[in-house]
């Protein structure tokens, strides 16, 4: 399978659990590449749906995911398709959390940069502020600067917040301490 055909799969009608199939096909004709590829396009269904796809295969088996750690993080950086974001932070939070691969200042800094943006914007939608918030939770320690921001940031978040928020919230404030 090449990328052309995941794409076309990735086209068709959205049921029930397809992204389990879609990540087993990711995992089965090493597509993660191509999976990326398409999760980046600007436009269409597709990079949503490859990212949910990749998401998938991700918590499946992240271990064959190691040589593409390094550009996920990065990626995450340069997203611009909300949905997208949702399923990158996610991805991203684990490979920080789980410290699978080194990861130098800079894009470590860029990263809390994206993160910080992503969690005030207040026209995203609640799943990319929380996993920015979790990300900006296991970074503070690393780039100092976001820890005088977040209290800043946690304060805004708390203005009407939805009861996804509060329970973010809750969770980053724990991990802090």
């Known amino acids: 399978m090449n ?7 990735l086209s068709t009608r959205f049921y029930g659990n397809c992204n389990h199939e879609w990540a087993e096909l990711i995992l089965k004709h090493d597509l993660i590449a191509e999976a990326i590829d398409i ?17 998938t295969a991700f918590f499946k088996d992240s271990s064959v995911f190691a040589p593409y750690y390094t550009r996920f993080l990065k ?8 949905s997208v974001m949702r399923h990158y932070g996610k991805i991203v939070y684990h490979i920080i959390d789980r410290e699978l691969c080194v990861i130098d200042n800079a894009l470590l800094d860029k990263i809390a940069v994206i993160s910080c943006g992503r969690a005030v914007e207040s026209d995203y ?3 990319v502020k929380v996993w ?4 900006l939770s296991i970074i503070h320690n690393k780039i100092p600067w ?4 977040l209290p800043d940031i946690i304060e805004t978040l708390n203005t009407n917040p939805s009861p996804g928020i509060i329970s973010c919230l809750k969770k980053v404030r724990n991990k802090m301490k």
């Open 146 to 149: 976001t820890a005088e921001y």
């Open 3 to 9: 990328k052309t055909e995941f794409y076309d799969i």
């Open 75 to 82: 990626d995450y950086t340069t997203i611009s398709n909300e």
């Open 125 to 127: 939608k609640i799943a």
């Open 39 to 55: 999760a980046l396009l600007k436009t269409g269904v597709q990079p949503f749906r490859a990212a949910y796809s990749l998401e």
């Open 132 to 135: 920015a918030m979790y990300i």
